[in-house]
């Protein structure tokens, strides 16, 4: 295979160029003289044979081509800097931090029983956990601010292994109204209710869980909150059987009797940032993740999620 004609660091020097906004900009960002930065533009586009600016009065607009230039660029720029960190991760050998997303409809007490399991294996390495909802497991990943994540959706440009299945239950307090009709519900009985939702964590907060009922609703932040909320008799919501079991043993939430919609399942996927970099830690808080869940789910009587219950 030839050798390729673009260097990282003219790559690095157009990917400059743009972000900065300027090639004047772009020098003091690189700590080169706009000179040098000029000229490595235009080695650039010599060796490829391509424009890759042109001037607007004065100032230098990407082409057409140079915008997928510089995309490509951008990503293998990224691409050296995982692998180099990737490479002092491994000449370190055990790694001091493992950052963790970890979608909040994963059972919490199973969460801290594994990373307890790691921790006493391995005291000094440090954990960052992200607890995300919906979107912000996937922008954890496609950012990089993750090694390994647990959400329902595999992201692309990556790969994810089934890890769990998640079952929900529409549930409100027994002295909610909707309970206090003494029939079968459906739907419509819904949208006179208020819903409690929890917003999305990522950014762009494109995914809602599901198509709203009504406008009767409150988006809070937390689980915690939504379930406080539920308890008070202030609404109704779907929840991840494991996250209200309590609640449901002691009778402060009850599923709702609806005719249908009364469950849902979802999928949770184990999801490395890059299984062909990730590094011993990060592997083995995966198995040991992987051997928890699959021990956990063991059949029980209640309520039929198949999660034993926490010690």
């Not at 991760?89 to 055990?94: E, F």
Request: glycine share 8%; proline share 5%.
């Amino acid at each position: 295979m030839s050798s390729p004609r673009i260097t990282l660091d003219q790559w690095a020097a157009l990917v400059a160029v743009v972000e900065a906004g300027g090639y004047a900009q772009a020098s003091a960002r690189l700590h080169r003289t706009q000179s040098t930065v000029t000229y490595t533009i235009k080695k650039l586009e010599e060796l490829l044979g391509v424009k890759v600016f042109e001037l607007q009065g004065r100032k230098a607009i990407l082409t057409p081509t140079g915008q997928a230039l510089f995309r490509r660029g951008k990503a293998l720029l990224d691409e050296a800097a995982r692998v180099e960190r990737a490479a002092a991760d491994l000449a370190r050998g055990w790694e001091p931090e493992i950052r963790l997303a970890v979608d909040i409809v994963f059972p919490t007490w199973l969460l801290l029983e594994c990373l307890a399991d790691f921790s006493r294996e391995q005291p000094e390495t440090r954990i960052e956990l992200i607890e995300s909802v919906l979107g912000g497991t996937d922008e954890a990943l496609t950012e990089g601010r993750v090694d390994l994540a647990i959400g329902g959706v595999v992201p692309g440009g990556f790969l994810g292994d089934p890890l769990m299945q998640v079952r929900f239950v529409c549930a409100a307090a027994p002295s909610h109204p909707l309970h206090r009709l003494g029939r079968t519900l459906t739907l419509d009985d819904l949208r006179h209710h208020r819903h409690l939702v929890v917003r999305d964590s990522g950014a762009a907060r494109s995914r809602s869980g599901g198509s709203w009922l009504n406008e009767q609703r409150w988006t809070v932040s937390h689980k915690a909150t939504s379930i406080r909320a539920a308890r008070m008799g202030l609404g109704y919501a779907w929840y991840p059987e494991e996250n209200i079991r309590e609640e449901l043993a002691s009778g402060a939430l009850v599923p709702l009797p609806l005719a249908e919609g009364r469950e849902r399942f979802v999928t949770l996927y184990l999801i490395f940032a890059d299984a062909d970099t990730a590094g011993p830690g990060a592997r083995r808080l995966a198995e040991i993740l992987r051997t928890r869940v699959a021990l956990a789910h063991r059949p029980t009587a209640s309520y039929g999620t198949g999660l034993v219950t926490p010690r």
